[in-house]
């Protein structure tokens, strides 16, 4: 059985204070337009599976498998949302971080999309037109 610990416990993640969601509005205005598709799938990917504290601990192969990615391609993923601090991980487990504030964010230098809609995120990465 894994032991579950917090790896950053000054870092747990909590529900947003304004609108309804798990996942917090901020990350799809701040951080999504910024990341690859499969970086904002494994984001909500690992959002819908953790705890109340952000913790995961699934199978790299097995996350792959769901999400329809091979072993590289996740591991690319979950480097790219490590690097850009909004999750930590220390195999076997990964904890979703509460969202940077704007000092840590690095960008990729392209903002002519600007904010995005949840569904149109989705819709882009499953590849389905709007």
Do not use: C, N
């Not at 996942?23 to 799938?41: M, Q, S, T, Y």
Request: charged share 30%; net charge positive.
């Amino acid at each position: 059985m894994v032991r579950k610990q917090l790896l950053v416990p000054d870092r747990v993640r909590r529900p947003p204070g304004e609108g309804f969601s798990w996942v917090d509005r901020r990350f799809v205005r701040e951080h999504a337009p910024d990341l690859g598709r499969d970086a904002i799938l494994l984001y909500f990917f690992l959002a819908a599976v953790s705890d109340r504290d952000g913790l995961s601990y699934w199978k790299d192969s097995t996350a792959a498998g769901r999400l329809g990615l091979d072993i590289e391609a996740l591991a690319r993923a979950r480097a790219e949302l490590v690097a850009r601090d909004l999750v930590a991980h220390l195999p076997p487990l990964t904890q979703v971080l509460s969202l940077p504030d704007g000092r840590y964010r690095e960008t990729r230098g392209d903002h002519r999309h600007g904010p995005q809609q949840v569904g149109d995120i989705l819709r882009r990465i499953l590849g389905r037109p709007r």
